[in-house]
C-alpha cells in the first residue's frame, strides 16, 4: 500500500461552533448556542435564533460561524442559496485559519464555473488556503487524514505559488516518485493560472500544460521554486 509522508475533508456538512482563531470567549459562547439551537430545531423560534446568533457571532469573528454561515449558503439550507456569499464566508474563516473553512473555499472555488464570478483576483488567499487544508489533511489535525485530498490541496497550493507546498511536494517526490502521478495534473495547471497574473503562470512562453505536467513530478523543479537545493 502506497504510504505518505506529506507533513504539514473537512465535512462539507455544518460544523460546531466552538471557538476558534482567538474569538472572544462571549463570541464562541454565542457561536455555540446558535449551533445548538440551529441543530435541535424543537421550537418554531429555534433555527431563526439559532441562525441569528451564528450570523452575529461570524460577524465577530468566530470561524467557525463564519464556515457554518458559508456552509448554509452554498447548500441553500435555510436561507436561499448564494455560492458567492459562501465563498465569502469561507474566505473569511479559512484567513483566520480554520481548516474545514480553507478546504470549503478551495472546493468550492474550483467547482464554481468562472462565468458565476466567483474566481478572485487574489491567488496568494487561494494559496495559502489550499495549504491549509493539505496540511491538515496530510497530518489529520483539525480535518480527517486523507493524503490524497492533501496531495490535490498541495499541489494546488504550490502552482499558485505556495513555497512551503512546493517543500512539501519535492519532499515527497525523493521519497515516493509515484506520488501526484494520479492527479489531473493538466487539468489543475490550467486551473491555477486562471488565478494568476500572465507573469506567475506556470505555463509561459508557450509551453502547454500537459507539457508542464510532466516536469512537476520532478522533486528539483519544486526545490527550485522554493530557492531551495535538492537532497541527494
Given at each position: 500500500?502506497?504510504k505518505?509522508?506529506?507533513?504539514?475533508v473537512?465535512?462539507?456538512t455544518?460544523c460546531?461552533a466552538?471557538a476558534f482563531?482567538?474569538a472572544?470567549?462571549?463570541?464562541?459562547?454565542?457561536a455555540?448556542e446558535?449551533?445548538r439551537?440551529f441543530?435541535r430545531d424543537?421550537l418554531?423560534t429555534?433555527?431563526?435564533d439559532?441562525y441569528?446568533?451564528?450570523?452575529?457571532?461570524?460577524w465577530?469573528?468566530?470561524?467557525?460561524a463564519a464556515?457554518?454561515i458559508g456552509?448554509?449558503?452554498?447548500?441553500?439550507?435555510?436561507?436561499?442559496?448564494?455560492?458567492?456569499?459562501?465563498?465569502?464566508?469561507?474566505e473569511r474563516a479559512?484567513?483566520?485559519g480554520?481548516?474545514a473553512?480553507a478546504?470549503?473555499y478551495?472546493e468550492l472555488?474550483?467547482?464554481a464555473?468562472?462565468?458565476?464570478?466567483?474566481?478572485?483576483?487574489d491567488?496568494?488567499?487561494v494559496?495559502?488556503a489550499?495549504f491549509?487544508?493539505?496540511?491538515?489533511?496530510?497530518?489529520?489535525?483539525?480535518l480527517p487524514?486523507?493524503?490524497?485530498?492533501?496531495?490535490?490541496?498541495?499541489?494546488?497550493?504550490a502552482?499558485l505559488g505556495?513555497e512551503e507546498?512546493?517543500?512539501?511536494?519535492a519532499?515527497?517526490?525523493?521519497?515516493?516518485?509515484?506520488?501526484?502521478?494520479s492527479?489531473?495534473?493538466?487539468?489543475?495547471?490550467?486551473?491555477?493560472d486562471?488565478?494568476l497574473?500572465e507573469?506567475?503562470?506556470?505555463?509561459r512562453d508557450?509551453?502547454?500544460?500537459?507539457?508542464?505536467?510532466?516536469d512537476v513530478l520532478?522533486?528539483?523543479?519544486?526545490?527550485?521554486r522554493?530557492?531551495?537545493p535538492?537532497?541527494?
Amino acid at each position: 500500500m502506497k504510504k505518505s509522508l506529506l507533513l504539514p475533508v473537512a465535512s462539507a456538512t455544518i460544523c460546531c461552533a466552538a471557538a476558534f482563531a482567538g474569538a472572544p470567549s462571549g463570541v464562541a459562547d454565542k457561536a455555540m448556542e446558535g449551533y445548538r439551537l440551529f441543530v435541535r430545531d424543537s421550537l418554531p423560534t429555534d433555527r431563526g435564533d439559532g441562525y441569528a446568533m451564528m450570523l452575529a457571532a461570524a460577524w465577530e469573528g468566530d470561524a467557525k460561524a463564519a464556515n457554518n454561515i458559508g456552509w448554509l449558503l452554498e447548500k441553500g439550507e435555510y436561507v436561499e442559496k448564494d455560492p458567492a456569499g459562501a465563498l465569502r464566508w469561507y474566505e473569511r474563516a479559512a484567513r483566520q485559519g480554520l481548516p474545514a473553512a480553507a478546504l470549503n473555499y478551495v472546493e468550492l472555488l474550483f467547482s464554481a464555473p468562472a462565468e458565476l464570478g466567483l474566481m478572485p483576483t487574489d491567488a496568494a488567499t487561494v494559496a495559502d488556503a489550499a495549504f491549509i487544508a493539505g496540511r491538515a489533511c496530510a497530518m489529520g489535525r483539525g480535518l480527517p487524514a486523507d493524503y490524497r485530498m492533501a496531495e490535490k490541496l498541495l499541489m494546488r497550493a504550490a502552482l499558485l505559488g505556495n513555497e512551503e507546498a512546493a517543500i512539501m511536494i519535492a519532499q515527497q517526490l525523493e521519497m515516493y516518485p509515484d506520488s501526484f502521478s494520479s492527479l489531473p495534473l493538466a487539468d489543475m495547471i490550467r486551473q491555477c493560472d486562471r488565478l494568476l497574473p500572465e507573469e506567475k503562470r506556470n505555463c509561459r512562453d508557450e509551453q502547454t500544460a500537459e507539457a508542464l505536467a510532466g516536469d512537476v513530478l520532478d522533486p528539483a523543479f519544486w526545490y527550485a521554486r522554493a530557492s531551495l537545493p535538492a537532497v541527494n
